[in-house]
């Protein structure tokens, strides 16, 4: 177990009035000021994450590469930067964990393929560099489903090892939850953050698309693909992102935020979560939030289809030389995409683009009337199982139009597992989104620690 926070005094920050936390339990701002202090030192926080990696992820195997000798070194430098008067970084001396099709120099990016098994950029990608020149410390690499599609890591749920923890950022999600780092970044094309997010009981977020630079990133598909953190917390994931970004996303103060419902995306949820959004949106009302029943477009439901499209097209136009060669290193999920995609018409995704492109038109103006708009995560809790990744078609349209979305822990189903609801807001919205979900993630219970992490 991680050594307990000893108190050497009454005052200071908040956390230290908790004499039982440990390190690990730190989340990212509060472990930036606790290094800034003096409070606590970068070693001994690395040193703690590793320890909890050690103890836990022979179970969890939420990591595919650890990088021990070079965080402990980058936790040293750190150390000795820090003194009164130092100007330091937002995540100076904080350690993360990246998403293995996420470029780190040096390290391996194995995308979870054996045909980039022997993958070792010199480079960092630029959302890796954005956070090391912000003094962010990089401890290894997440397992992540090959190519960030549907063949499954190796990760279990942080909840139940025998549950499906998400995917395609799975060991991101499921080494935050299970307090081995603060923050890790994680990919989304389709809901790759946001459903292991909701799988595990963490804060996902992705901005609108192109907020995040996706060089030194292997893409699945082009037009698709956003990078988000994984955190604890919304204020620790917006730090984050803003980082990544290259600007700042303080979230807009909302004291009374109005939340769109469509009842249709209730609808394609499992009774059990139905109910818990029911109660979820009932609680917010009573706090102040004003709700409003909506109706989503007539486009919307043929957005899905386009999704597809577009998908497969881009896929494949990327791993088409590489799926030449190495036929046998792809899983069957993404194999047989790549073959549908080979075969498209670039008739077929001319049309699909312009179907996004329509409902977008449709879509944005009706969310931009609210502060964000609600709905379940995902359909249901984790599954049970590790060979399917979960039910990803509540996430996918807010994908498909490149709209900022975010998962919110609220609550935990009858079996015990992590239940979560999703905002949404118009593309270009990001801080209006971080302001609705703030202001919600106050008015909800905290969310619990998973067990493997109490």
């Known amino acids: 177990m991680p050594a307990p926070i000893s108190c050497r005094r009454s005052g200071g920050s908040r956390w230290w009035r908790r004499c039982s936390m440990r390190f690990t339990d730190l989340g990212v701002r509060a472990a930036a000021a606790a290094i800034r202090a003096g409070e606590v030192t970068s070693a001994a926080l690395v040193d703690a994450c590793l320890d909890r990696i050690r103890d836990v992820d022979p179970s969890l195997r939420a990591w595919i590469h650890v ?15 820090v003194r009164p008067g130092a100007t330091l970084g937002p995540l100076h001396g904080v350690p993360i964990g990246v998403k293995d099709i996420i470029d780190v120099a040096g390290l391996p990016t194995t995308a979870g393929a054996r045909a980039f098994a022997h993958t070792r950029p010199s480079r960092d990608a630029t959302c890796v560099a954005r956070l090391r020149a912000a003094g962010a410390i990089v401890l290894g690499k997440t397992h992540t489903t090959q190519f960030a599609y549907r063949d499954p890591a190796p990760t279990t749920n942080s909840w139940n090892a025998a549950h499906t ?25 389709v809901g790759s953050i946001l459903r292991p997010a909701a799988y595990n009981g963490v804060v996902g977020l992705k901005g609108t698309n192109g907020l995040v630079p996706l060089e030194g990133v292997v893409p699945l598909g082009y037009s698709l693909d956003h990078i988000g953190p994984l955190a604890r917390s919304v204020e620790d994931a917006a730090l984050v992102l803003g980082v990544m970004a290259g600007r700042s996303l303080t979230p807009e103060p909302i004291e009374q935020p109005r939340l769109a419902v469509a009842r249709e995306l209730f609808a394609r949820a499992e009774p059990e979560v ?36 577009i998908l497969e097209v881009e896929a494949a136009t990327y791993h088409a030389p590489t799926f030449a060669k190495h036929f ?18 670039g008739t077929e995704y001319v049309a699909a683009s312009r179907t996004r492109a329509r409902v977008r038109d449709d879509v944005a103006p009706l969310v931009a009337q609210h502060d964000a708009l609600l709905s379940p995560t995902a359909p249901a809790a984790a599954p049970a199982g ?32 992590p239940l979560a609801l999703q905002l949404v807001q118009a593309p270009g919205a990001d801080t209006r989104l971080l302001g609705a979900a703030l202001w919600c993630e106050r008015m909800l219970s905290p969310a619990p620690a998973p067990p493997i992490a109490r």
């Not at 046998?328 to 018409?345: F, I, N, P, T, V």
């Open 67 to 81: 990088d021990d000798t070079g965080a402990r070194a980058a936790a040293r430098a750190a150390d000795a930067l």
């Open 165 to 189: 923890p998400g995917g395609s950022s799975s060991g991101s999600a499921a080494a935050v939850a299970a307090r081995q780092v603060p923050v890790a970044l994680g990919s989304q094309t």
């Open 274 to 309: 139905r109910r818990h959004l029911e109660s979820v949106v009932e609680q917010l009302a009573k706090a102040g939030a004003r709700i409003d029943e909506v109706r989503l477009p007539p486009s919307f439901a043929e957005l899905s289809d386009a999704a597809v499209v």
């Open 328 to 345: 046998a290193d792809y899983g069957s999920g993404m194999a047989e995409m790549l073959a549908r995609g080979l075969k498209r018409l």
């Open 386 to 417: 590790l060979g399917w990744t979960g039910d990803a078609s509540l996430c996918q349209p807010w994908s498909t139009l490149g709209a900022p979305s975010i998962s919110l822990p609220s609550g935990v189903s009858a079996a015990g597992l």
